[in-house]
């Protein structure tokens, strides 16, 4: 089956850095989004990865190992606008469908 | 570019009737559409793909007869929710894909801004 796990709620202080964890097991692989998500809003999309290593992007970046079918995105120098699910998506091959990982719900707290 | 906008953006509609949602890609042509749904709290859940002029393929679990999609045109997909009952009450995402050009393999997908229905 397809399966992508992430922790459901994490708390983070203002001015931190936080890493949210995503691993998965699909048929299939062409890639792996994260997007961030306010309540009521579509998902914006943050960052895409295809091969292994960090990509960065001001103060989010994101990582993957394919091998390991394991992903994190790191946001750093938290603000209070970061308060947001964030998804993990991996794009199957073939269909390019994606597959939706259960989110992440990040709180800032001042 | 690349914007996807969705009508209605909400919508509240009686236990028995039949709701249209209209997804549009409005400046560029989507080879594919998606429909997802999300209830509170939830992630996306993928409800079915459709292409251009051929059947929507669903997912598990969905019932086409109730989720009705038609796929007329590049940039025109529309979602009909049949005969709906308040547990079809859910916000409704559609996103529009194409392959990004010059960047090989890529596929992205852009999300129009979700419809919110609510059957009571």
Known sequence: ?110 | GAVVSQHPSWVICKSGTSVKIECRSLDFQATTMFWYRQFPKQSLMLMATSNEGSKATYEQGVEKDKFLINHASLTLSTLTVTSAHPEDSSFYICSAGTPQSGTSGRYEQYFGPGTRLTVT
């Open chain 1, 1 to 110: 089956g397809q399966n992508i796990d992430q922790p459901t709620e994490m708390t983070a202080t203002e001015g931190a850095i936080v890493q949210i964890n995503c691993t998965y097991q699909t048929s299939g692989f062409n890639g792996l989004f994260w997007y961030q998500q306010h309540a009521g809003e579509a998902p914006t999309f943050l960052s895409y990865n295809v091969l292994d290593g960090l990509e960065e992007k001001g103060r989010f970046s994101s990582f993957l190992s394919r091998s390991k079918g394991y992903s994190y995105l790191l946001l750093k120098e938290l603000q209070m606008k970061d308060s947001a699910s964030y998804l993990c998506a991996v794009s199957t091959s073939g269909t390019y469908k994606y597959i939706f990982g259960t989110g992440t719900r990040l709180k800032v707290l001042a």
